[in-house]
């Protein structure tokens, strides 16, 4: 079966810190993935999406990045984390055309 | 461009009544929807969805959603409510030609015994 992992589960940095928030999916190949970050407990933004390796489209200009060095793992970064970069972040995974993501079970981030 | 609407920021029930989540779409294609819950510092979990076929469709827990396509809605729906129902609930929309999921701003739902 497929599961994905994401860590760390919470986090505080310092303003000016980098950041690398890592997401992993096994079971599947090929998979589409996703960063999505979620304020104050209600909707999702989508930040970056990822078809294949190496293939990043983003959605937001921000101060974040992302990269997918493997078929199964989508790395989430920042040089210089910033207040505003606060939130919970959510990584998620879904196959073919249809089928529903699924995500792992987050990282709530605090800078401060 | 795709964009999902959920009416109600927060739904009140009491426990063992029926409960409705509303949630509304646009699509330029045909619309595959899903609906998620989230519990608190959780990430989301998949309820159910609608490809295509019955527009009546059952999902974990005792839910169900009814697509209407004439009124682009897909309502959330379970016949006797739970306390531990009480989470966050999101509706989300995806056409046929993306790759991407819209949420919506999610509808609070609280179970009162």
């Known amino acids: 079966s497929q599961t994905i992992h994401q860590w760390p589960a919470t986090l505080v940095q310092p303003v000016g810190s980098p950041l690398s928030l890592e997401c992993t999916v096994e079971?599947?190949?090929?998979?589409?993935l996703y960063w999505y970050r979620q304020a104050a407990g209600r909707g999702l933004q989508l930040l970056f999406y990822?078809?294949?390796?190496?293939?990043i489209s983003s959605e937001v200009p921000q101060n974040l990045s992302a990269s997918r060095p493997q078929d199964r793992q989508f790395i989430l970064s920042s040089k210089k984390l910033l207040l505003s970069d606060s939130g919970f972040y959510l990584c998620?995974?879904?196959?073919?055309?249809?089928?529903?993501?699924?995500f792992g079970q987050g990282t709530r981030l605090t800078v401060v | 461009a795709q964009s999902v609407a959920q009416p109600e920021d927060q739904v009140n029930v009491a426990e063992g009544n029926p409960l409705t989540v509303k949630c509304t779409y646009s699509?330029?294609?045909?619309?595959?929807l899903f609906w998620y819950v989230q519990y608190p510092n959780r990430g989301l979990q998949f309820l159910l969805k609608?490809?295509?076929?019955?527009?009546l469709v059952k999902g974990s827990y005792g839910f169900e959603a009814e697509f209407n396509k004439s009124q682009t809605s897909f309502h959330l729906k379970k016949p006797s409510a739970l306390v531990s129902d009480s989470a966050l609930y999101f509706c989300?929309?995806?056409?046929?030609?993306?790759?991407?999921?819209?949420f919506g701003p999610g509808t609070r739902l609280s179970v009162l015994p």
């Open positions: 079971g599947t190949s090929n998979p589409n």
């Open positions: 609608y490809i295509t076929g019955d527009n």
């Open positions: 989300a929309v995806k056409d046929n030609y993306g790759q991407n999921f819209v």
């Open positions: 990822s078809v294949g390796i190496g293939q």
């Open positions: 998620a995974w879904s196959g073919a055309s249809g089928t529903e993501a699924f």
């Open positions: 699509v330029s294609g045909n619309p595959y």
